[in-house]
């Protein structure tokens, strides 16, 4: 039996997402100790002291279920920026959001659009439920709104846009995203990932909007800018009605307890999060001279990573600076073969990336 005659055919034909490679991988395939790790846009100072304390407390509780309506996180939420708990959706990280919303809302027979140099999940959860994808080519690495706008069609029914962009650090103004959806058709929904809006200096609007755009879904994650990648929490936040039905497919506990604990705890350590952005803002810093030095070309980010053109095959160069000890991301798949992302890490970190990076370039 060939059981992929069995599977739904967007799924039978599905290339996996491919993280960036464990430390523990490069450990046992090449033999190397000292290993840095800069490809998953990880936040370098780990987790905060009070997100630490907040998980050691709850780990007492770990034969309990977690609140499968997350009453405390989502309280937390609406106080620190003014929302309803009706309006927020908790995921198992952003990721989780992002895909029920496909399956709430998207039919075989419908269009998802997305823009050239965009998260790949997009591309994923679109095929997976045998709906089409759209791709508007990128202006300046980053999305084309105009364009997009003149790709919606009657069967359009999604439209995914990362605000700053992943893979390439991009970012629209508030001015164009508002102008964006004045125009957009009302039965168009928008999906806003703010994964790395934290990093940007310029405040986000776009729980502003809910109010007026009823079609508007943000999503953030305390993945990036609260250093809570490995618990997995997201949120969306939505017209109550979107909430309601995103809330019908979610499936039951998707947050556990201790990421309940540590985001809430998280949301409070202001003092944390000015020390994310610090580091973060010398850290791309140094990454920019240290590349005009080397003689190449990068793209301006308003992440926590830094997309670099290494004028050669990027394949090559990562596989290079695996054997020194240095991971990082290659983006072929994302249409950008000669370019490699670098996450922002401690000034150590980055100064090694750079002296490896130049090594490789030069032999």
Request: glycine share 6%.
């Amino acid at each position: 039996m060939n059981f992929c005659d069995l599977a739904v055919s967007g799924v039978a034909d599905l290339r996996p997402y491919v993280p960036g490679k464990p430390i523990e991988e490069l450990q046992r395939q090449y033999g190397v100790r000292d290993v840095i790790k800069l490809a998953s846009n990880e936040n370098p100072l780990g987790p905060s002291k009070a997100a630490l304390a907040a998980v050691a407390l709850n780990s007492r509780e770990l034969s309990r279920y977690p609140d499968g309506n997350g009453f405390t996180l989502k309280t937390a939420l609406s106080e620190k920026f003014q929302l309803q708990a009706e309006q927020i959706t908790l995921g198992n990280g952003s990721n989780d959001i992002l895909e029920i919303i496909a399956r709430c809302f998207v039919r075989p027979q419908d269009e998802v659009l997305f823009s050239e140099h965009a998260f790949a999940i997009y591309a994923l959860v679109t095929q997976a439920i045998g709906a089409t994808a759209v791709v508007t080519p990128a202006l300046n690495f980053g999305h084309d709104l105009q364009a997009m706008l003149a790709a919606v069609t009657e069967r359009t029914k999604l439209i995914f846009i990362a605000n700053p962009n992943n893979p390439t650090g991009t970012f629209l103004s508030a001015s164009d995203l508002y102008q964006f959806l004045q125009q957009l058709p009302s039965n168009v929904l928008v999906v806003l990932d703010e994964a790395y809006v934290e990093y940007n200096s310029e405040p986000s609007a776009s729980f502003d909007w809910l109010a007026q755009f009823s079609n508007l879904i943000v999503t953030r994650t305390f993945s990036k800018a609260y250093g809570l990648a490995g618990l997995r929490v997201g949120f969306a936040v939505s017209d109550p009605v979107i909430t309601d039905l995103l809330n019908r497919v979610r499936q039951p506990f998707n947050v556990n307890n201790l990421a309940l604990a540590a985001a809430v705890a998280s949301l409070g350590d202001e003092d944390y999060l000015i020390e994310s952005r610090a580091v973060n803002t010398a850290g791309m810093q140094q990454f920019e001279q240290g590349f005009k030095q080397l003689g190449l070309e990068w793209i301006p980010s308003s992440g926590n990573f830094i997309t670099v053109n290494v004028a050669r095959s990027a394949a090559d160069v990562y596989e290079a600076l695996l054997q020194r000890g240095v991971i990082v991301r290659p983006i072929a798949a994302y249409g950008l073969p000669q370019h490699l992302r670098i996450s922002i890490g401690l000034e150590a970190e980055n100064a090694r990336c750079l002296q490896a990076l130049a090594e490789v370039l030069e032999s």
